[in-house]
């Protein structure tokens, strides 16, 4: 059998990583970080357990990945969905509805997130999916009208994040509504804006609980398939 190209290993190498991605949220959501491990995330994604450390450095690291992933496309969803605008004041509603539904929807995993965050050990880890969150909420910023990006940025950030926080705490945790009516009071903006309360949500901005969508796994690979943990993967020849 001819060896694979270069593009084509390239290829699989990214689809085990989507699969880890999304294993590490669907877990991470279902039984909490805790009782989560880096096995049960390879299980899942059927993937060899060594491959998890070729990729990420610890756990902490992956499902801080994982959970970017899923707040940066589903505030893409949300910022893109039909009727598209570009109207910043609509733009911004949306993002403010999209972070307060992961709050609302996701609840074990958004908490576990944000314990993540506050731990002084690992703390805040910029990646790839960060990144992209980043530029969503800045273009969603300047949109808006902002003069000063590199202050408000930070800010809507900061606030968001405290509104999720809000939202999770246990024993105490203040309802989504009030918490968006104070955000959009401090942005001025209309209570009709992005999807209210009481309105039926559109496409994009659902708690659906196949998350496929948000990780370019492609097709999965054959039973077949065994992967090594220098990233690439070899067909079994055995049979």
Not at 28 to 40: H, K, Q
């Amino acid at each position: 059998m001819s060896p694979r190209s270069a593009s084509v290993n390239e290829e699989l190498r990214r689809r085990s990583k989507e699969r880890l991605l999304q294993a590490a949220v669907e877990l991470v959501g279902e039984r909490g970080y805790d009782a989560t491990t880096l096995g049960d995330i390879a299980d899942r994604a059927g993937s060899a357990r060594g491959l998890v450390s070729y990729y990420f450095p610890g756990k902490r690291q992956l499902v801080q990945s994982a959970v970017h992933r899923l707040m940066h496309r589903t505030l893409e969803e949300a910022l893109e969905r039909e009727p598209r605008t570009g109207e910043g004041r609509e733009r911004l509603a949306r993002a403010i509805d999209a972070i307060l539904g992961l709050a609302r929807d996701r609840p074990v995993l958004m908490r576990q997130h944000m314990a993540g965050l506050l731990q002084a050990e690992v703390g805040f880890v910029p990646c790839p999916e960060q990144r992209r969150l980043a530029e969503l909420l800045r273009d969603t910023v300047s949109r808006y009208g902002s003069q000063d990006v590199d202050r408000d940025y930070p800010m809507l950030r900061a606030l968001l994040m405290g509104a999720v926080f809000a939202a999770l705490v246990p024993g105490v945790p203040m309802p989504v509504p009030e918490l968006r009516a104070e955000l959009f009071e401090r942005y001025r903006l209309d209570w009709k804006l992005g999807v209210p309360p009481d309105a039926e949500a559109p496409g994009g901005t659902t708690c659906d609980p196949d998350l496929s969508r948000f990780f370019a796994t492609g097709v999965p690979d054959g039973p077949d398939r065994v992967e090594r943990q220098d990233g690439t993967d070899r067909t079994d020849q055995s049979k």
